[in-house]
């Protein structure tokens, strides 16, 4: 004879109800301390992502004012270049117009001694003339 359980089905039905419920409250807590720890890395990576941001925005402000800064230094140079080349054009007439100058002043150096050696021709001619007199 088989000893007789009162409610056997009933037993075992609880016992594995308390089994399984002990096991996915487990599991539950163990889901939960995840999502914990995934809220946490996901608020870290927001936190990163608003820093990252923030870098990118003084970045481009940066950016635009080296850009704004290097194109008044290019209207600069352009500037500074073409008043250079004014400046060469005229230095190179300047040398032009001194060179024709130092020409004329050797003509007129050179003119200068031969007329002081035809004075001196004239005047020893002069005194010549005197003498013999």
């Known amino acids: 004879m088989i000893p007789f359980e009162p409610y056997p089905r009933h037993n075992r039905e609880i016992h594995f109800g308390i089994q399984y419920e002990t096991e996915a409250l487990g599991r539950i807590d163990e889901l939960e301390g995840g999502k914990a720890k995934l809220g946490s890395r996901v608020m870290e990576a927001e ?38 080349v004014i400046t060469e054009k005229r230095a190179h007439n300047f040398d032009k117009v001194v060179g024709e100058w130092k020409c004329k002043a050797d003509d007129l150096m050179a003119e200068l001694d031969a007329c002081r050696s035809e004075s001196r021709n004239y005047s020893s001619e002069v005194y010549r003339l005197k003498a013999a007199y």
Do not use: G, Q, V
């Open 47 to 84: 936190e990163t992502i608003d820093s990252l941001n923030t870098k990118i925005a003084a970045t481009e402000k940066t950016k635009h004012r080296i850009e704004a800064e290097l194109e008044e230094m290019a209207m600069e140079y352009e500037r500074t270049h073409a008043a250079a």
